[in-house]
């Protein structure tokens, strides 16, 4: 399926952004950001009740909600010594170290810490979280990514390096018709791999 273009695109000044539509604003990416949430860069004590501790393989890169099957918890004193703040709904999460780059949102009444390599990213009111999400998932944030890290190979990640990247926003109402429309785009994927996923378990029998 082919999908109309922009009529009118420019150079964003960025080499990995390339051209975008006339009319979006290019910026500095932490000017999209309210709060940056983390831990205070260690590990607490984990048991097996308390409050819930996520961790970077409950983000998963396809879901638009992080995986909420817990298998670790950590106690209020050790939430207070080692959580600098809450999360609240719509909140990104970011994984920093290992799977680079997973992102997934904070679903309403979910009360849990993130672990050490996860940041939550909290975005200014004239940011869709849904649409930031897939930007996140783009060639264009890939590349961004990739032109933060220092290293070889893309294992870690400095989010006050990332910020400083460039990103191309158009204006709020059309960030929720892309964000809406790919959300919808995608289930279909989804659903049509879990389909053929399952015929080839029955092929198998």
């Known amino acids: 399926m082919k999908y109309q273009t922009y009529p009118n695109y420019k150079p964003s000044g960025v080499e990995w952004l390339g051209d975008v539509p006339e009319h ?111 930007y996140f998932r783009s060639n264009q944030m890939k590349g961004a990514m990739n032109a933060t890290n220092k290293n070889s190979i893309l294992d870690s990640f400095k989010m006050s390096d990332f910020i400083l990247s460039k990103v191309s926003i158009p204006v709020f109402e059309e960030q929720q018709k892309i964000a809406n429309f790919l959300d919808h785009e995608t289930a279909k994927i989804y659903t049509l791999i879990e389909k053929q996923q399952r015929l080839i378990e029955l092929l198998k029998e």
């Open 24 to 134: 979006w604003n290019t910026l500095t990416f932490k000017y999209c950001i309210r709060k940056i949430i983390d831990n205070r860069g260690r590990t607490p004590p984990v048991g097996d009740l308390g409050i819930p501790l996520l961790e970077a393989k409950q983000i998963n890169g396809n879901a638009i909600y992080a995986d909420t099957q817990f298998e670790k918890y950590i106690n209020q004193d050790s939430y207070d010594e080692f959580i600098r703040d809450g999360l609240i709904e719509n909140d990104i999460l970011f994984v920093t170290v290992g799977t680079v780059g997973k992102t997934n949102l904070v679903a309403s009444h979910s009360e849990y810490a993130i672990a050490q390599n996860i940041v939550g990213l909290r975005m200014n009111q004239n940011i869709d979280a849904l649409y930031m999400l897939f």
